[in-house]
């Protein structure tokens, strides 16, 4: 089970962190994506975590900008989102998968098997 949280009204420039919690005994073992909806249009991928460390992906459109992290003692996954856009404008959700993913499966929702239920992120002024 994934719960996401941290979402809100922010303006152009600004800053939040999401936080997604999970439950299990396993975390460390998951692949955890984050991934966004805005309205209109397909969900895309953000970042991934991969478990061991590995390098972790991120959408063009976040790098610099955003930072993925996770706290495996806590069962818990970050976004840090820093110089926020109005295109940033999303439903933001968290998702998990066994296993250390090739980046190109990290990057694809239909790889990832548990989800939570969004946290909204509006950019504006």
């Known amino acids: 089970q994934l719960q996401a949280s941290g979402g809100g009204l922010v303006q152009p420039g600004g800053s939040l962190r999401l936080s997604c919690a999970a439950s299990g005994r396993t975390f460390s073992s998951y692949t955890m994506g984050w991934f966004r909806q805005a309205p209109g249009r397909e969900r895309e991928f953000v970042a991934a975590?991969?478990?061991?460390?590995?390098?972790?992906p991120y959408a063009n459109s976040v790098k610099g900008r955003f930072t993925i992290s996770r706290d495996n003692a806590k069962n818990m996954v970050y976004l840090q989102m820093n110089v926020l856009e109005p295109e940033d404008t999303a439903v933001y959700y968290c998702?998990?998968?066994?296993?250390?993913?090739?980046?190109?499966?990290?990057?694809?929702?239909?790889?990832?098997?548990?989800w939570g239920q969004g946290t909204q992120v509006t950019v504006s002024s």
């Open positions: 998702a998990a998968r066994i296993g250390r993913l090739i980046t190109s499966q990290a990057m694809a929702d239909s790889a990832y098997d548990y």
């Open positions: 975590s991969r478990p061991g460390g590995s390098s972790a």
